[in-house]
């Protein structure tokens, strides 16, 4: 399978789990999908609460549901649609800084290199990052002298 149909297809599972988001508040839905190395998907959504602190977002979601699975080490890519419900025109959605920490998490755990694919719900605009374009000079597991990697 060629890589853009891998993309379309981890954007395509983001984009369902968007549909579930649970965003009374803010009214502002996100989708997260995360394929692991056999090529499956584990996806999550924003879970948001009256306390608003307390809300999920749909990246931490999803991967707190591999770790669930002890799968972290096969997290592969991620994907991240959102944008405000019943809105006309799409945004192109980036992580927050919290998930963006719990993604260099995931990869330095992982010991590779994560693609990071942010997207309108169409696909019509697609970044493709890494997490060290999302969080540059992040501190993590490796600086701790945890995981497969340690940093030089």
Do not use: W
């Amino acid at each position: 399978m060629r890589d853009e149909q891998r993309v379309r297809q981890l954007i395509a599972a983001a984009c369902e789990a968007m549909a579930n988001a649970h965003a009374p508040y803010s009214r502002f839905a996100v989708g997260a999908a995360v394929r692991l190395t056999d090529g499956s998907f584990v996806v999550g959504c924003n879970f948001e609460n009256a306390s608003y602190g307390l809300s999920l977002c749909a990246e931490t979601v999803a991967l707190a549901a591999v770790n669930a699975r002890g799968r972290l080490a096969d997290v592969e890519a991620v994907a991240v649609v959102g944008g405000a419900i019943d809105a006309e025109e799409q945004a192109l959605v980036t992580p927050c800084g919290r998930c963006r920490q719990i993604m260099n998490e995931a990869e330095q755990m992982a010991g590779r290199t994560l693609s990071i694919y942010c997207s309108t719900p169409s696909g019509d605009r697609i970044l493709d990052l890494r997490v060290a374009d999302l969080l540059p000079y992040a501190f993590g597991p490796a600086d701790l002298g945890i995981g497969p990697t340690t940093k030089s």
